[in-house]
């Protein structure tokens, strides 16, 4: 793997620093980083569940020197928050507190949406969906069913991966790596 850029150093350190170990990891930053580049002129990213900031860090890295894309990034806890109050966020970044099935309608639409909390995914996943233009990427995080404990959540994402994989308005891939991810499309011919 290649080294962690800068800016995903200082977001895991902090992430650290307050005991949080649900991060993202490398090999799903990397992707989420990669996508992040095809981000049409003046579009739109949107990250549920924002944590310390390590996926906002990956996003960011992936934009480089962009400032013509949208990044929003939603986190219902004020202390994680507030860790992020300190960091020297660029003007086309946002981090929005609230739920996120509350805000989601609320938004617009989005050109790549990294989903990555309870909300938005395991519940409220429709709502997801719902804000993805046309030819829009969805990359869902923790589908390796292996990284569950409980038979409750085996069974809530084995319920969302048939989701994702049956749904006549996205083309989905499995990606067995890291811990594990559905990387989607929005078709755009399909209402
Ligand atoms: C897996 S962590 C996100 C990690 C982050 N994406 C990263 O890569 O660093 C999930 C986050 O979603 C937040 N979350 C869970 N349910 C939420 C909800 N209904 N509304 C807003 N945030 C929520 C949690 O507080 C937690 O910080």
Redesign the pocket.
């Known amino acids: 793997m290649k080294a962690v850029p800068p800016l995903v150093a200082a977001?895991e350190m902090r992430?650290a620093e307050h005991d949080?170990g649900?991060?993202?990891q490398q090999g799903?930053?990397e992707l989420?980083s990669f996508l992040a580049t095809t981000t049409p002129p003046g579009g739109r990213i949107l990250?549920?569940?924002?944590?310390?900031?390590?996926?906002?860090?990956?996003i960011l890295t992936g934009l480089g020197s962009r400032v013509d894309v949208e990044v929003v990034?939603?986190?219902?806890?004020s202390e994680?928050v507030a860790s992020l109050a300190e960091v020297d966020l660029p003007a086309h970044a946002s981090i929005v507190e609230?739920?996120?099935?509350?805000?989601l309608p609320t938004l617009g639409q989005f050109d790549l949406i990294?989903a990555?909390?309870?909300?938005?995914k395991w519940?409220?996943l429709e709502l997801t969906i719902s804000a993805l233009a046309p030819r829009a990427l969805l990359l869902v995080?923790?589908m390796d069913i292996s990284h569950h404990d409980s038979s409750h959540d085996r069974s809530t994402v084995e319920v969302v991966r048939k989701a994702l994989m049956t749904d006549p308005r996205l083309t989905a891939v499995e990606l067995n790596a890291s811990s594990g991810m559905i990387l989607a499309s929005r078709r755009a011919e399909v209402p």
């Open positions: 977001a992430a949080f649900h991060s993202c799903v930053g989420l990250e549920l569940g924002t944590g310390f900031g390590v996926g906002l860090a990956w990034t939603i986190e219902r806890d994680r609230g739920d996120i099935e509350t805000l990294f990555d909390a309870e909300a938005g519940t409220g995080d923790d």
